[in-house]
């Protein structure tokens, strides 16, 4: 088998907060047309978590290769690197409660500096790079935090409305230690002007979470003559305590 | 009054339609960047209990299957342990209950080689039926959906399920049931709209 043996580790915490769905993007959102098919159209079925939500897959960085976190080398024949602007993306992962959360499954993927994702289904005209493929992974250390080495990725079209353009942004995966903390997002970059455009970054109802998801750029972590920073931090579900959970009445 | 002072979820976005690249690169042409893609069984052949193979596809509210979306699942081992996280642990050390796949490239069909897992209580103690908790992401989809798959060869246990004893719409709950097709193999398709169209959670 391949993926790591996860571990068992004492429960982290109890019931998990409910989500705030107002927060997040409805399913069902017109000028984002692929939404329009596949959004369910029935209520979800809302329940308090069990274990089967409170559990989840754990990794351990032994899964991880020294470049794993550095795209601008992973996909380079040696020697080589990618092309664009050298940035590094770093930030912790938290939880509501503010707690860094260490141990984590970090993923990430992004275009090219041109815009070009290195896929069979992509059609933009820019190029790909012989030496950019797009993908990363890390896992956070003891206070949360994570980091990586990339290019910035550049704007693309896409096939939406006639003239729709993705802002320049990284796609990020996270694990919780619970199932029903795992999430999906993007990161945007300050003061890219297309983020205010993008039907995507549209999905959100409130400006204020769509603020959440872009990054200020970090002029305190950027490496001099090398690469500017940026930081990200990523908020996953928080946990009630346990003390007054998990045990029958009466025991 | 003081605040709470506690932090928002950060807001989810779609998958988008190159999700392969970044969580199964191998499977989506990147190849040499990590020697195998995650996820890609849950269990080795020593597992104990019942192998079985979960297999479905994911349709849109026009009936066309999902050829971009990334399935994963979480699921106990064959006594009703989860391989993390579970205060009653240890679970089977052949078994992580994991998987994720991308589906098949031309039909978006994604399969399964697991065990069937036990059940597992509720924090008041009742049991829930033997099920596979999934996660299914995609272009289009703004926030993972997350679905549970039940057994149809479960009835009594499914009879006395806390959860589907909460679906008011009775109707519904054989979206949640998968059909056996004979030799462990269980089809589980799911639709993310219309007359059929499969419970989702909200938990
Ligand atoms: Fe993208």
Redo the contacts with the bound molecule.
Sequence with gaps: MNSPMAHNRPPEGGSLFPRDREWHPPAYFEQYKTSIARSPKRAPISFPSTLSEETGPVFTTDILGPLDNDLILNFGEPGEMAIGQRIIVHGRVLDQDGRGQPGLLVEFW??NAGGR?RHKKEGYMAPLDPNFGGCGRTITDSDGRYVFRTVKPGP?PWPNRVNDW?PA?I?FSVFGRAWGQRLIT?MYFEGDPLIWTCPIVDTIPDRAAIEQLIAPLDLDATIPMDSRAYKFDIVIRGRRGTWFENRKEGV | MQTLGRLKESPSQTA???VHIGCVPNFSGIPGVYPEDLGTSLCTKDAKGTHITVKGTVYDGTGTALKDALIEVWQADANGIYSAGDPRGPADPNFTGWGRSPGDYDTGEWVFDTVKPGRVPMHDGRLMAPHISLWVVARGINLGLQTRMYFPDEEAANAEDPILARIEHKNRVPTLIAKAEGDGIYRFDIRLQGDDETIFFDV
Excluded: E
């Design positions: 992004q275009a994702y693309y993705r942004h796609h993007q | 988008g339609p190159y």
